[in-house]
Nanobody, 124 residues
Framework: VQLQASGGGLVQAGGSLRLSCAAS????????MGWFRQAPGKERDFVAA????????SYADSVKGRFTISRDNGENTVYLQMNMLNADDTAVYYC??????????????????WGQGTLVTVSS
């Protein structure tokens, strides 16, 4: 299974971007799909995760109310709609996926599959 992330780019503060991550090489849905990000000089942090049913979601406090994670199980794709972006959102965004329960969905060490990362730059 491979994950391919896309949608990053340069955006002004207050703007929006939509990231996509498609999983290929598997015909049935992956249980948990998530997004993490790594800002320059910092560790990789949790952003959001979503369970297979699409209703169970988790967000980092820093993005609640601004970012929305969703998924299309038919396409094995997860999305991250990012609104009201600010300079602190500048980072490389990684999608990740794993099977199992939603417990510890925020823990990057629980994820076995990772995409290549897509850069989001927010100019102030």
């Amino acid at each position: 299974v491979q994950l391919q992330a896309s949608g990053g780019g340069l955006v002004q503060a207050g703007g929006s971007l939509r990231l996509s991550c498609a999983a290929s090489g598997r015909s049935f849905s992956i249980d948990i799909m998530g997004w993490f990000r790594q800002a320059p000089g910092k560790e990789r942090d949790f952003v959001a995760a979503i369970y297979r049913n699409g209703r169970v979601r988790s967000y980092a406090d820093s993005v609640k109310g601004r970012f929305t994670i969703s998924r299309d199980n038919g396409e094995n794709t997860v999305y991250l709609q990012m609104n009201m972006l600010n300079a602190d959102d500048t980072a490389v965004y990684y999608c990740a996926a794993r099977d199992g329960s939603f417990q510890r969905a925020r823990d990057q060490h629980e994820y076995a599959l990772w995409g290549q990362g897509t850069l989001v730059t927010v100019s102030s």
